[in-house]
């Protein structure tokens, strides 16, 4: 028996490919770039190469597992949310308790209220308020901050469409620089309840940002008429008990899509500028498919942008190149075995967007902007091979308001300027915040169109 014992060996379990460290740091200058290239040298799972059981995950089948069809064996319960939550609060983005399932689908039937012609309609003249200034800056020649411009916009639209709010450009530029600063200290590995100077900061930062919340709840509690908006959406819902949101529950959910809403269409907007200007081609086609819907119609509504599919697959091949939500995270609640490989319980996952949209098994010359590859069929055909909204139940529920907002903008511009780059880049490094961000600043300079007649 003994010697039966000494001489058992245990079966070799099949375990993903892990990099050194050193390597790991060799793959790219950032983050996001260490992502794609962990996918392109090792494979559909790589292990990071740190202590605690993190994968990453590069293939299109699994990612739909996760997020689909297996998506009540995994959790949303774990560190990167939590983190989130410190900002966001107890929302809809970073809620992982039984109350998510319920809020959902109640905030799901409120957006269906026909917000998207409102929303529509605040995007055109906020974009409106944009090109005005922008007229000033063409005259004297002055260069533009692009991502300081979208996200300025974006904040204007978001007051306006969620909360019925009209505020200045100062306090715009507030509001983004407490936000933004917010996200960017929460990603700098603070140690928690320490008063450190970063720590003070962050503190400072969304407490303010709480601030504003509760003020815009209060003074909307003081109407005796309630607008056509988003916090109306969030005053009517109940419980399924009939009770109303408390005032905590209320404010986290105006955070969330706050907070979400104008960085995440912003960034998407400064990553799209760039792609279209490496395509002069598209660039052209695009301009063209814009002035001609203007010659038929002075505004753009949702109907109206289902003419201009070269618009839409535009913003789509821009969202693949910088999907600004670059990575979700889900948790495993048992053993796994996942297309041959063995994980364990309580492992993180992380389900890349951005390693899988520039893989070139699914999206040949994955690294060129070529919009025509979502008219003609070319695009892969594993589902999960394109998610910059993520998928399944947790799917981003103002994915229809961000693609209107976008598209309505793009349009716009198109008609009016042309974009053109201080810098003459076929790449832009970025940095991997909570969204893809640009790791140095997009200058500009905007110049009018001449419109043939």
């Given amino acids: ?128 308020i944009l090109l005005n200034r922008w007229r000033k800056s063409e005259q004297t020649g002055r260069y533009l901050y692009l991502e300081d411009e979208m996200l300025q916009l974006m904040m204007d639209i978001t007051c306006r469409s969620l909360f019925s709010e ?54 909307r509690r003081q109407l005796a008429q309630q607008p056509e908006d988003f916090l109306t959406v969030l ?24 907070a979400t809403g104008h960085e995440t269409t912003g ?50 091949e821009g969202l693949r190149l910088y999907p600004v939500v670059w990575n979700f995270f889900r948790k495993t609640l048992q053993d796994e075995n996942i297309i041959g490989y063995r994980i364990p319980k309580g492992s993180t996952l992380v389900l890349c967007p951005l390693s899988i949209q520039r893989d070139e098994r699914y999206w040949p010359e994955a690294e060129q902007f070529k919009p025509e590859r979502f008219l003609s069929g070319d695009k892969p055909k594993e589902h999960y091979a394109y998610f910059p909204f993520g998928g399944g139940p947790h799917v981003c529920i103002g994915k229809a308001f961000a693609n209107v907002q976008a598209q ?11 974009i053109e780059f201080l810098r003459k880049k076929k790449t832009f490094p970025y940095r991997g915040l909570i969204t893809l961000r640009p790791a140095q600043v997009m200058r500009i300079r905007v110049r009018k169109v001449t419109h043939e007649i």
């Avoid at 819902?237 to 899509?257: P, R």
């Avoid at 309505?408 to 042309?418: G, L, W």
Wanted: with cysteine; glycine share 4%; charged share 25%.
């Fill in 166 to 219: 009209t505020v200045s450009v100062p306090q715009l530029k507030k509001r983004i620089r407490w936000i933004s600063s917010a996200h960017r200290l929460l990603m700098t590995g603070r140690i928690p309840w320490v008063p450190t100077p970063g720590n003070i900061r962050f503190w400072y930062a969304v407490s303010r940002i709480r601030r504003e919340a509760e003020r815009f709840l209060q003074k």
């Fill in 1 to 128: 028996m003994l010697k039966e014992w000494v001489n058992y060996q245990r079966p070799k379990e099949k375990k993903p490919p892990r990099p050194s460290f050193w390597h790991f740091f060799q793959l790219g200058k950032s983050l996001p770039d260490r992502l794609i290239g962990m996918a392109r040298h090792y494979g559909p799972i790589v292990r990071f190469p740190t202590p605690m059981r993190v994968f990453l995950i590069s293939d299109p089948s699994v990612v739909h597992t996760i997020l689909v069809t297996r998506q009540q064996d995994f959790t949303k319960d774990l560190y990167p949310y939590r983190q989130l939550g410190k900002i966001l609060g107890h929302g809809l983005l970073t809620n992982v308790d039984e109350s998510w399932r319920e809020r959902r689908l109640n905030l799901q039937q409120g957006f269906k209220l026909n917000l998207l012609p409102t929303i529509a309609r605040i995007t055109e003249e906020c974009t409106k």
């Fill in 408 to 418: 309505i903008i793009i349009a716009q511009v198109m008609r009016e300027f042309d």
């Fill in 235 to 258: 005053l009517s819902l109940k419980d399924k008990a009939g009770n109303s949101l408390d005032n905590k529950e209320i404010v986290d959910e105006i955070i969330t899509f706050w």
């Fill in 267 to 316: 960034a998407a907007l400064a990553w799209f500028w760039f792609s279209l200007n490496q395509n002069d081609s598209a660039k052209q086609r695009l301009r063209e498919e814009c002035e001609a819907v203007f010659l038929n119609h002075s505004s753009l509504t949702p109907e109206i942008l289902n003419e201009m599919p070269y618009l839409k697959a535009s913003l789509e």
